[in-house]
């Protein structure tokens, strides 16, 4: 799976940063940078939890097929995964509410 690389999340980064930054210039220039760090930042998020699995991930894959793998936690766990999505919410909110004051 594509997002589970190492480069994905710097990516996507970028291009939500330039995309918002090409909007309108300068001016958005820190709305820019907010965007490109969240996007990176939930784009990671993903792989993270992938290594919690058995399964793991393989960030460095086609290069290396090696898998990194935690295994706390099978995928289809609901308790580890309704925590996941817990967190995640928690962690949307608190984004807002620092977005917001």
Do not use: E, K
């Amino acid at each position: 799976m594509p997002v589970t690389r190492f480069w994905v999340p710097v990516v996507v980064g970028l291009i939500v940063a330039g995309g918002v930054y090409s909007i309108g210039g300068g001016v958005f220039a820190q709305l820019a940078a907010i965007w490109g760090v969240a996007a990176f930042v939930s784009v990671t998020a993903h792989p993270l939890a992938d290594s919690l699995t058995p399964a793991g991930v393989a960030p460095f894959c086609p290069v290396s097929d090696a898998r990194y793998s935690l295994a706390l936690v099978q995928a289809s766990n609901p308790i580890a995964n309704g925590f996941l999505f817990l967190l995640g919410l928690a962690a949307t909110a608190t984004a807002v509410s620092i977005g917001v004051t």
